[in-house]
């Protein structure tokens, strides 16, 4: 049985080159994997920028069970300050394509099809996922302690209310059940504390829920106590031991402290 | 497994006005972890082989990667 993954990497050398090391390493483990790389360039500043350079190398290094599709990118202008979800949700029209083409070259035997790895960047693309009605899985780039706060931060806002970009001068710190020690508010990256950018990370976290798993870029060793939260090391059930986790535990607890617990 | 560089800067990349690090905070910080037998140092050494060994055969990340593939080979069996 051939089985064929289609992985959408975010653009951005850091992200794309973890990814597709991701996509060689699961090639290599196992011959009934076959993938598709989908590559969404960023429009290239120059023909020998870091990015294009590499994506050239890739798709000269196209093989049968490991290939490489660049889509072209439209050489508009594009705003500098854009978020890359943004950037990246524009290109669905030209990704929804290579997607339609993969599933209409379905031969007697051809790899069927078994699911999608997208970019944590690329959440969006689960829409087009979904129109082909196949799994989408995520890849996160970042720790999982970082992907555990983000979910919390989200599910505190959309059920106690709990705003992480209004908080009391008061609070000092916040305590959070995927770190062993109270984090200083004075520390939180500002796509939390900034109320734009809050509101797009927490968009961004709704629909990591919607994966059917998230592969995160660690090892169990690196990071046991978040692993531990998530209540697994099953990387494919991530999604569903964090859902119950996070049912389990939570509630605001302003006590006479300047720390609150998340 | 970390080596401060400025304890916390204020600015938003959509409105502007980001705080800038300089190279001499920049240079601290990595002198830092150039020391031989510095404790960033050795912790990197000591998480690099666990890594190492957890992408082995049977490791942890091996064997995490394995349970994937058993998921998405079953969304077509």
């Not at chain 1, 983000?150 to 505190?156: C, D, E, G, P, W």
């Amino acid at each position: 049985m051939k089985i064929q993954l289609v992985f959408i990497p975010s653009p951005g050398i850091g992200h794309l080159r973890s990814t597709v090391e991701l996509a060689k390493r699961l090639v290599r483990s196992d011959d009934r994997l076959w993938i598709t790389v989908i590559i969404i360039p960023y429009p290239s500043i120059s023909d020998d920028d870091v990015e294009t350079t590499y994506i050239a190398s890739l798709t000269t290094a196209s093989q049968d069970r490991l290939n490489y599709e660049a889509i072209s990118v439209a050489n508009q202008p594009t705003d500098y300050q854009e978020p890359t979800q943004v950037y990246i949700e524009k290109q669905k029209p030209q990704v929804r394509d290579v997607v339609a083409r993969i599933f209409h070259s379905t031969g007697v035997d051809s790899p069927r099809v078994a699911g999608f790895v997208v970019d944590m960047f690329c959440s969006s693309m689960i829409d087009v996922v979904n129109e082909f009605g196949v799994p989408c899985y995520m890849v996160y780039t970042s720790n999982a302690t970082c992907l555990g706060i983000t979910l919390h931060i989200q599910r505190m806002f959309d059920e106690k209310k709990y705003d992480v970009s209004e908080l009391e001068d008061s609070v000092n710190e916040l305590e959070f059940p995927f770190l062993t020690r109270p984090y200083p508010v004075k520390c939180l990256p500002d796509f939390f504390t900034s109320k734009d950018w809050l509101a797009f990370f927490l968009a961004q976290a709704r629909c990591f829920r919607k994966m059917k798993g998230i592969l995160v870029n660690t090892v169990a060793e690196l990071e046991p106590h978040a692993l531990k939260m998530f209540n697994s090391g099953d990387v494919a059930a991530l999604r569903r031991a964090e859902d119950k986790r996070l049912c389990d535990g939570g509630g605001v607890g302003i006590g006479g402290s300047d720390t609150e617990v998340l | 497994m970390a080596v401060q560089i400025r304890k916390f800067f204020r600015g938003d990349m959509l409105v502007g006005g980001m705080e800038i690090v300089t190279t001499v905070d920049i240079e601290r910080a990595v002198r830092c972890v150039m020391e031989n037998d510095s404790e960033v140092r050795n912790r990197v050494k000591e998480m690099a082989e666990k890594c190492h060994v957890a992408s082995m055969d049977g490791g942890s990340s091996q064997v995490a990667l394995q349970k994937f593939i058993q998921d998405v080979t079953e969304n077509v069996v």
